[in-house]
């Protein structure tokens, strides 16, 4: 049967189970698989760009934020932050009296960005971060990942089923497929950024 829906994630789901009694945990089997890949996968199809002004020591982060990619300061002096740590960034500001200026250093704490120095005006931040999932629900039919790897869905739902169902003899083999499939996922991932990276423009004469 076809696999490109909510709809019909849930109806393949209940077929591998052979359970028609399933239908209000099934979605709850669903959100524990994007929950789980999440924090698996890094693919560029995650990625996403946000645009911010920073004037202070902390701004919040995206909704939808999982880590960074890079953060930029843009405008007239466009430069790259550095990401460091709540120790070192706390050095810097004591060797530094604490002094505003142009951001130069970023951390991430308590679900806020920190920069150092402490903006001495209002500057402009580009977010570039791997997102979360668009969740699959009843008013968002499909993602890239169930467009593009429904396997990942599948085998990942049934993955979370297993305890629920106390039925450990498919357990191993949900596991293997379902980490088969997020490995595909990250290794096309990698594939793609690795030929980005050796690839290089030629330039054809003529005449």
Sequence with gaps: MALTT??????????FLNRDDLTAVIP?????????MNKRIRHWQMEKRSQANINAQYSSLPVDFIEPVRLTLTGGDTHVLQLTNAYEIAKLRAANNNSAGRPTDYVLLDGSIEVFPTPDTTYQLEILYYSTLNPLNNSNASNWILSNHPEAYLYGSLLHSAPYLQEDQRLAAWASLYE???????????N????????????????
């Design 180 to 190: 088969s499939a997020i490995s595909a996922i990250n290794e096309e991932n990698d």
């Design 28 to 36: 709850d089997f669903i959100t524990l698989a994007e929950k789980g």
């Design 192 to 207: 793609s950024k690795a030929y980005a990276a050796g690839a290089s423009i030629r330039i054809r004469s003529y005449g």
């Design 6 to 15: 909510y709809s019909e994630l849930k109806t393949s789901i209940a077929d």
